[in-house]
């Protein structure tokens, strides 16, 4: 293997630089206090059939050819796995809200329901993209599927399970940013839910700036693919991540494997890449789809209705979006920013300055608070008393006054900054 030039970047490539101070999206739980954020990455280590060798490259040049990627048409298997060390939540969705999420009325093929499953677990999925306005993933299980498709307007989704399926036609005039971006990525689903190394290796490249080392580390063989190995590392102390590799096609400059190790060390946050991959024009029957016969429809206007009539799962656990963070130390709302990079901590004032329900206020059932214990640890300071929640990625201290801070940081640097800011 001929070895490859180590070049370190201190933001002046345009990719990580420009990327540097653009809003960050941190998922804080209502419940749970912030344990996921959207640097959260998908997909298991991968076998290498041996190290390719291939002409030496910068880490610039290697980044700079991931940015001029223009292909659109792929097809093939991706296996993901995720570990945030959050407990698993077992039968607690009746004990936080009856009926909620999963209750009467609501539909087991909704997109925002079963796309967080990918949050845990070891999964493997089926994807085809032909361009941003044809693309499906499907979550493979032993007996059956879930598949979600996007073709043109009309994004359909199907359990076959349950034999329920979900129907959405989007407003084409009215696309947002977000939305154009999430289909350049290759994935019709929801928001802060990349199931791909390409998309999983944007969000990261996207903060990388003077606090982020990138290297170009050696080459390896993905699904048949000679890759180069781009390694991605925090300057800072004091965060949980300890490193990112993506694994670039040497070809066509597409991430092939995505992998995330703790700075705690030990096993792989998060794993994701192709076991098998093909660039050709996928068939246009992969994005096409007709609900089986006796199959129970959701539209997406009923669905949102079902949300809005009672608190869901989903209003207490992760996946509530708490804010839109902004550059400068400035945040959308009650929050602010505390640092910068790797070491950012959002301070977020929570309405009404409330802490976090307890079972002597009667706001939690009993199963629900042991779960809230189980996460928790009781912490003091110059700020007074809280409790941090904690997860092999981000960690959040909310206070007894109902200030919540987090990060993808430790313990200690959180109650660093609330210290600081008392």
């Known amino acids: ?86 407990p698993s939540l077992g039968g607690l969705a009746e004990s936080f809200a009856p009926g909620g999420a999963g209750g009467k009325g609501g539909s ?32 493979l299980d032993d007996t059956s599927e879930y598949s979600l498709i996007h073709n043109g307007d009309q994004v359909w989704a199907y359990d076959s399970k349950s034999d329920q399926a979900y129907h959405a036609t989007e407003d084409r005039a009215g696309k947002d940013a977000g939305r154009d971006a999430g289909k350049k990525s290759g994935h019709p689903v ?20 003077p606090t982020t080392s990138v290297t170009v580390d050696g080459t390896a063989q993905v699904a048949g693919r000679d890759a180069y190995k781009l390694v ?9 991540i ?49 609900p089986p016969k006796g199959t129970e429809v959701t539209e997406a ?3 949102k209705a ?16 708490a804010a839109q963070l902004g550059a400068g130390g400035k945040g959308a709302g009650n929050t602010k920013i505390i640092g910068e990079g790797w070491s950012t901590i959002a301070e977020i004032t929570t309405p009404g300055g409330t ?30 008393s809280g409790t941090v929640f904690k997860t092999r990625v981000v960690n959040a201290l909310m206070t007894d006054d109902g200030k919540v801070y987090v990060g993808a940081v430790t313990k200690d640097a959180l109650v660093k900054a609330a210290n600081s800011a008392s």
């Open 1 to 86: 293997m001929a070895p490859n030039d180590s070049a370190e970047t201190n933001g002046g490539t345009r990719g990580p630089a420009a990327g540097r101070r653009k809003a960050a999206r941190y998922i804080v739980p209502v419940a749970v206090a912030g344990v996921a954020a959207a640097t959260i990455g998908l997909v298991p280590a991968l076998a290498s059939s041996g190290d390719p060798d291939l002409p030496k490259i910068s880490a610039q040049k290697l980044i700079e050819k991931i940015a001029a990627s223009d292909t659109e048409q792929l097809s093939g298997t991706v296996k993901i796995s995720t570990d945030l060390g959050i």
């Open 108 to 139: 087991s093929a909704d997109p925002q329901e079963r796309m967080t499953e990918l949050a845990s677990g070891t999964h493997t999925l089926r994807v085809a993209a032909d361009g941003p306005d044809k693309q499906r993933v499907s979550i």
């Open 190 to 209: 929801p928001e802060g839910v990349p199931t791909t190394p390409k998309a999983l290796a944007e969000q990261v490249l996207k903060a990388a700036g």
């Open 232 to 240: 991605v590392k925090p300057k800072q102390s004091g965060s949980t």
């Open 242 to 290: 300890g490193s990112v590799t993506i694994a670039v096609d040497a070809a066509n400059g597409v991430p092939l494997k995505f992998t995330m190790l703790p700075s705690s060390g030990g096993k792989a946050i998060v794993d994701a890449g192709f076991t098998k991959v093909d660039f050709s024009k996928p068939d246009a029957s992969s994005f096409t789809f007709t």
């Open 301 to 303: 206007d009923d669905a």
């Open 306 to 321: 079902e949300h809005k009539a009672g608190k869901g799962l989903g209003d207490l656990i992760p996946g509530a979006d």
């Open 355 to 384: 802490g976090i329900p307890s079972k002597a206020s009667g706001d939690v059932p009993a199963e629900a608070q042991q779960f809230l214990d189980a996460l928790g640890d009781k912490v003091t300071g110059k700020f007074g």
